[in-house]
């Protein structure tokens, strides 16, 4: 249809016009500069320009046409298009003169548009009608618009049966604490919900600009919920984060510590995505993810997996399945992202994706879509993670969670039972709010909430650089890194279910004042832990220190290592040599807490149920401080019998995956689902033979070599019978030596930045304080220190190889941290560095393959785990 086509492809006037109303002017005039600025796609002025033009002329058809095709880009106003519409869909004219000002009637399209303006209205039926009658214009060969009706007649179509079967949902507005008359938006919450993260547009926004639509420019807030349930008032989040520009907030990870926000320059085309880091007192500057997420194209939205190795964000980069998709980036060892990978026809359609979101179970994604069944424009969907770690069966989450306007911004809390999300409901306060969800009968998302504070002594202030490590205890691997507002202390992360964890509690010289354990059940519900630590006087104690409290077990009754399934009602026994034994009784969770015990003690712990006995567990608290937490986990039939098949076998082989030559002494560890291990070397020929396996059991085999890793390959043995050899090729990527064949072990041959130091330790061999390497790392430390705060992390190791100068190895590697931060400190105050600049973090870890008395021969195997590792920054 020639007529309509061509009302789009308009060549649009290269005459520059104020884009205000000015008093007194012309039906023309008006007219004019609407036109010229709706091809500008500026409906908010062009708008006024076509109110004053109707003020001269309320009868006329095109000027209600005009007006009403301006209310249905408006963000605040869509509903009043109808009203205009209805008018100018009477008087339709086939030969319609485009930006003629002497013409009176509507084009055809107007049906088209009247009939968006009746289904944002909820009629259906009669939006129908109108797409119909707009059809009867369309010609044969309009295939672009045949393709366009049919889209919005199927919105209609489902939105009428989302409408009258509604989800059983109860909306709050979060009120006018944190609402306002103005645009509010893209709420993100901490893990605990006592933190709101938005976006706003009010006119106290940071530089008081506004767009070239009229609306402000955006801003990032936080409100804070007091112990009543009221959110504070907004306040500006951060001078490190907002500018004259635009900032919006997009995403919060689950542990607090990193806000994804997008940003341009206020012309919305140079929209990219950044993050600012939390450092407990105020947010970072904004930083960039990498290469491959930002483009010279527009990216909008953005989340972090729960355990922050994945990155989703949206993009209408070339490439895609049409319009915005949705991509993901994983995070690579070296701790970079790698290239961008579309995620597929699934999730991504020909048409708009955006406001991705994914729940901290790591299996529910959110996001939304226009080309999904939708009620009308973008509608949330979620899809879930099926057995082949794929997401499937995209699901739209219904009405009145979604409306026949555009609804993107969506985030659900931990437990799954609330989410919250902005939208346009009656009885708002203004453009779009903030909203609760609270869904009656959704099930608990089976993870745990730990809400921890730390409280500082009276009449004084809680210190800053307050840092809290976290450890999986079965891996040794850092969980997360917190650190607590200065403001009240409080800190929240997400933990999953059937792991125990190490609180590490500590000062900003890495010196820790408190400790504890925690253990997260595998029970099929949601679990809130909450902590409190309160500090002595630090004025008086001179440093961080916990007030004394006793040593306390948390007794945790379970069916076996394997499912780890709660017992409730069991009867737990501590019995301590020469005392009188104690019982207790665990609750409906299997658990007993705040058993107090004595230091320098030795314990045992047993429990009963129905007369059966568990396995007896050993407690010693000799060296304990005061104040610790141990969980101590009794397993009633105690760890399953492995039935070990001879001829069930296994052969090994590591090659160098650039060369494919075999590796000798590489060390090859096989685990199995019941997280036993196997530590084994490969022979001169780079193979192992005949390690035996157990039937009906998943394994996963990883090999390293002189610092390179393999990639992990899982392999089961479910369904196998009779004699079977399984047979596994492990290929590593081998790196550059770190040591110079001219310089001892472990100083850097010129590989690494002057911002990182390691040194790997060869018996009886130090750190030599003049290797070229170790001086650039003092160097730059004294030059950063000169300027600003430098954060020091230390890593340490031990190998297994016993010690006879320490305790054990874990104090061996402990020290080794500790000398290197004094030798730091040492060395940056010889050079004249600012030493109280320098912020350390220390962790240590005792790692590599099990002694087997090889001490002389298995030098290498072993001396690649006994290593020192810093970073400034």
Same mark, same amino acid.
């Given at each position: 249809?020639?007529?309509?086509?061509?009302?789009?492809?308009?060549?649009?006037?290269?005459?520059?016009? =104020?884009?205000?109303?000015?008093?007194?002017?012309?039906?023309?005039?008006?007219?004019?500069?609407?036109?010229?600025?709706?091809?500008?796609?500026?409906?908010?002025?062009?708008?006024?320009?076509?109110?004053?033009?109707?003020?001269?002329?309320?009868?006329?058809?095109?000027?209600?046409?005009?007006?009403?095709?301006?209310?249905?880009?408006?963000?605040?106003?869509?509903?009043?298009?109808?009203?205009?519409?209805?008018?100018?869909?009477?008087?339709?004219?086939?030969?319609?003169?485009?930006?003629?000002?002497?013409?009176?009637?509507?084009?055809?399209?107007?049906?088209?548009?009247?009939?968006?303006?009746?289904?944002?209205? $909820?009629?259906?039926?009669?939006?129908?009608?109108?797409?119909?009658?707009?059809? /009867? $214009?369309?010609?044969?060969?309009?295939?672009?618009?045949?393709?366009?009706?049919?889209?919005?007649?199927?919105?209609?179509?489902?939105?009428?049966?989302?409408?009258?079967?509604?989800?059983?949902?109860?909306?709050?507005?979060?009120?006018?604490?944190?609402?306002?008359?103005?645009?509010?938006?893209?709420?993100?919450?901490?893990?605990?919900?006592?933190?709101?993260?938005?976006?706003?547009?009010?006119?106290?926004?940071?530089?008081?600009?506004?767009?070239?639509?009229?609306?402000?420019?955006?801003?990032?807030?936080?409100?804070?919920?007091?112990?009543?349930?009221?959110?504070?008032?907004?306040?500006?989040?951060?001078?490190?984060?907002?500018?004259?520009?635009?900032?919006?907030?997009?995403?919060?990870?689950?542990?607090?510590?990193?806000?994804?926000?997008?940003?341009?320059?206020?012309?919305?085309?140079?929209?990219?995505?950044?993050?600012?880091?939390?450092?407990?007192?105020?947010?970072? /500057?904004?930083?960039?993810?990498?290469?491959?997420?930002?483009?010279?194209?527009?990216?909008?939205?953005?989340?972090?997996?729960?355990?922050?190795?994945?990155?989703?964000?949206?993009?209408?980069?070339?490439?895609?399945?049409?319009?915005?998709?949705?991509?993901?980036?994983?995070?690579?060892?070296?701790?970079?992202?790698?290239?961008?990978?579309?995620?597929?026809?699934?999730?991504?359609?020909?048409?708009?994706?955006?406001?991705?979101?994914?729940?901290?179970?790591?299996?529910?994604?959110?996001?939304?879509?226009?080309?999904?069944?939708?009620?009308?424009?973008?509608?949330?969907?979620?899809?879930?993670?099926?057995?082949?770690?794929?997401?499937?069966?995209?699901?739209?989450?219904?009405?009145?969670?979604?409306?026949?306007?555009?609804?993107?911004?969506?985030?659900?809390?931990?437990?799954?039972?609330?989410?919250?999300?902005?939208?346009?409901?009656? #009885?708002?306060?203004?453009?779009?709010?903030?909203?609760?969800?609270?869904?009656?009968?959704?099930?608990?998302?089976?993870?745990?909430?730990?809400?921890?504070?730390?409280?500082?002594?009276?009449?004084?202030?809680?210190?800053?650089?307050?840092?809290?490590? !976290?450890?999986?205890?079965?891996?040794?691997?850092?969980?997360?890194?917190?650190?607590?507002?200065?403001?009240?202390?409080?800190?929240?992360?997400?933990?999953?279910?059937?792991?125990? %964890?190490?609180?590490?509690?500590?000062?900003?010289?890495?010196?820790?004042?408190?400790?504890?354990?925690?253990? !997260?059940?595998?029970?099929?519900?949601?679990?809130?832990?909450?902590?409190?630590?309160?500090?002595?006087?630090?004025?008086?104690?001179?440093?961080?220190?916990?007030?004394?409290?006793?040593?306390?077990?948390?007794?945790?009754?379970?069916?076996?290592?394997?499912?780890?399934?709660?017992?409730?009602?069991?009867?737990?026994?501590?019995?301590?040599?020469?005392?009188?034994?104690?019982?207790?009784?665990?609750?409906?969770?299997?658990?007993?807490?705040?058993?107090?015990?004595?230091?320098?003690?030795?314990?045992?712990?047993?429990?009963?149920?129905?007369?059966?006995?568990?396995?007896?567990?050993e407690i010693n608290t000799k060296g304990v401080k005061s104040g610790k937490v141990i969980n101590q986990l009794v397993y009633m039939t105690g760890k399953p019998e492995a039935v070990v098949s001879k001829e069930l076998l296994l052969d090994v082989t590591v090659k160098n995956a650039k060369t494919k030559k075999a590796i000798s002494n590489a060390s090859v560890v096989l685990s199995d689902n019941d997280g036993n291990k196997k530590d084994l070397s490969t022979d001169e020929n780079g193979k192992i033979k005949g390690v035996e396996l157990t039937p009906d059991t998943k394994y996963t085999l990883t090999a390293s070599n002189e610092g390179s890793i393999s990639e992990e390959v899982s392999?089961?043995?479910n369904g196998v019978k009779g004699s079977k050899k399984i047979s596994k090729t492990l290929l590593i990527n081998v790196a550059k030596a770190v040591v110079s064949t001219n310089e001892p072990a472990g100083t850097s041959s010129g590989d690494l930045p002057p911002s990182r130091y390691e040194f790997y330790f060869q018996y009886n061999r130090n750190i030599n304080e003049e290797d070229g390497a170790w001086t650039a790392f003092i160097d730059r430390i004294v030059e950063l220190s000169q300027k600003k705060t430098v954060r020091?992390?230390?890593?340490?190791?031990?190998?297994?190889?016993?010690?006879?100068? %320490? =305790?054990?190895?874990?104090?061996?590697? *402990? /020290?080794?941290?500790?000398?290197?931060?004094?030798?730091?400190?040492?060395?940056?105050?010889?050079?004249? #560095?600012?030493?109280?600049?320098?912020?350390?973090?220390?962790?240590?870890?005792?790692?590599?393959?099990? $002694?087997?008395?090889?001490?002389?021969?298995?030098?290498?195997?072993?001396?690649?785990?006994?290593?020192?590792?810093? *970073?400034?920054?």
């Amino acid at each position: 249809m020639r007529l309509i086509i061509t009302f789009f492809l308009v060549t649009i006037l290269s005459i520059s016009l =104020k884009a205000q109303v000015k008093a007194g002017g012309t039906y023309k005039e008006y007219f004019m500069e609407g036109s010229y600025l709706m091809l500008e796609e500026n409906y908010v002025l062009a708008q006024d320009n076509f109110q004053a033009a109707f003020e001269l002329d309320s009868n006329n058809a095109n000027i209600r046409y005009n007006i009403g095709v301006c209310y249905l880009h408006s963000a605040t106003q869509k509903a009043q298009a109808e009203r205009h519409l209805a008018i100018a869909v009477q008087k339709v004219d086939k030969g319609y003169k485009m930006d003629d000002y002497t013409e009176k009637s509507a084009p055809p399209l107007a049906h088209f548009y009247h009939g968006q303006a009746l289904h944002i209205n $909820y009629r259906f039926d009669d939006a129908l009608a109108e797409f119909a009658k707009f059809e /009867s $214009y369309v010609g044969p060969k309009d295939k672009d618009w045949k393709k366009m009706l049919d889209h919005n007649r199927a919105y209609s179509e489902y939105a009428k049966k989302a409408v009258a079967g509604p989800v059983n949902i109860q909306i709050t507005n979060l009120g006018d604490s944190v609402n306002s008359s103005y645009p509010d938006y893209s709420p993100v919450l901490s893990s605990d919900e006592r933190m709101l993260i938005y976006t706003t547009r009010r006119p106290n926004t940071t530089g008081g600009m506004k767009d070239f639509t009229g609306y402000y420019n955006e801003d990032i807030v936080v409100c804070y919920k007091d112990n009543n349930g009221n959110w504070s008032g907004p306040q500006p989040i951060s001078n490190n984060i907002n500018t004259g520009g635009m900032e919006a907030s997009i995403n919060l990870s689950s542990d607090g510590q990193t806000l994804i926000m997008y940003k341009d320059g206020g012309d919305g085309n140079s929209g990219n995505i950044y993050y600012s880091n939390f450092d407990g007192k105020d947010w970072s /500057s904004l930083k960039e993810f990498g290469s491959d997420v930002n483009s010279k194209y527009h990216e909008s939205h953005a989340c972090l997996s729960g355990d922050g190795h994945v990155l989703f964000f949206a993009s209408d980069r070339p490439g895609g399945l049409g319009g915005s998709d949705i991509y993901r980036c994983l995070k690579l060892p070296n701790g970079q992202w790698s290239k961008a990978y579309n995620m597929g026809p699934t999730i991504n359609t020909e048409y708009d994706e955006d406001g991705a979101f994914i729940h901290p179970d790591g299996h529910t994604f959110f996001f939304a879509s226009k080309g999904h069944k939708s009620m009308g424009g973008y509608d949330i969907m979620f899809a879930t993670l099926n057995e082949e770690d794929k997401f499937d069966y995209v699901t739209n989450m219904g009405y009145p969670i979604n409306t026949t306007d555009d609804d993107v911004f969506f985030v659900t809390s931990p437990d799954g039972k609330r989410a919250y999300l902005s939208s346009a409901h009656e #009885g708002g306060f203004g453009e779009k709010d903030i909203y609760m969800l609270t869904i009656p009968g959704t099930g608990e998302k089976p993870l745990a909430l730990f809400k921890g504070q730390i409280i500082p002594a009276d009449g004084e202030k809680l210190p800053e650089e307050l840092v809290i490590l !976290v450890t999986d205890k079965k891996t040794g691997e850092i969980v997360g890194t917190f650190r607590p507002k200065v403001a009240n202390g409080v800190f929240s992360t997400i933990l999953p279910p059937g792991n125990e %964890y190490n609180f590490s509690y500590q000062a900003g010289d890495g010196e820790e004042f408190y400790n504890e354990d925690v253990f !997260v059940s595998n029970d099929l519900s949601y679990q809130e832990i909450k902590r409190e630590v309160n500090l002595e006087p630090v004025k008086l104690m001179g440093k961080v220190k916990a007030k004394a409290k006793a040593i306390l077990l948390n007794a945790v009754v379970l069916d076996n290592s394997k499912s780890k399934k709660t017992i409730s009602g069991a009867n737990i026994t501590l019995a301590e040599a020469g005392a009188e034994n104690k019982n207790f009784t665990a609750n409906e969770k299997g658990r007993y807490d705040g058993i107090e015990l004595q230091q320098d003690k030795k314990y045992t712990l047993f429990a009963e149920v129905d007369g059966k006995k568990s396995l007896v567990g050993e407690i010693n608290t000799k060296g304990v401080k005061s104040g610790k937490v141990i969980n101590q986990l009794v397993y009633m039939t105690g760890k399953p019998e492995a039935v070990v098949s001879k001829e069930l076998l296994l052969d090994v082989t590591v090659k160098n995956a650039k060369t494919k030559k075999a590796i000798s002494n590489a060390s090859v560890v096989l685990s199995d689902n019941d997280g036993n291990k196997k530590d084994l070397s490969t022979d001169e020929n780079g193979k192992i033979k005949g390690v035996e396996l157990t039937p009906d059991t998943k394994y996963t085999l990883t090999a390293s070599n002189e610092g390179s890793i393999s990639e992990e390959v899982s392999f089961n043995t479910n369904g196998v019978k009779g004699s079977k050899k399984i047979s596994k090729t492990l290929l590593i990527n081998v790196a550059k030596a770190v040591v110079s064949t001219n310089e001892p072990a472990g100083t850097s041959s010129g590989d690494l930045p002057p911002s990182r130091y390691e040194f790997y330790f060869q018996y009886n061999r130090n750190i030599n304080e003049e290797d070229g390497a170790w001086t650039a790392f003092i160097d730059r430390i004294v030059e950063l220190s000169q300027k600003k705060t430098v954060r020091v992390s230390i890593k340490a190791s031990a190998s297994k190889v016993p010690t006879r100068a %320490y =305790k054990n190895n874990k104090q061996l590697a *402990s /020290s080794r941290a500790k000398n290197l931060q004094k030798r730091i400190k040492e060395a940056v105050e010889a050079k004249g #560095g600012n030493v109280k600049k320098l912020k350390f973090t220390r962790s240590s870890k005792v790692g590599g393959p099990k $002694y087997r008395g090889d001490r002389d021969l298995g030098r290498e195997k072993y001396e690649k785990h006994q290593f020192v590792k810093a *970073s400034a920054k």
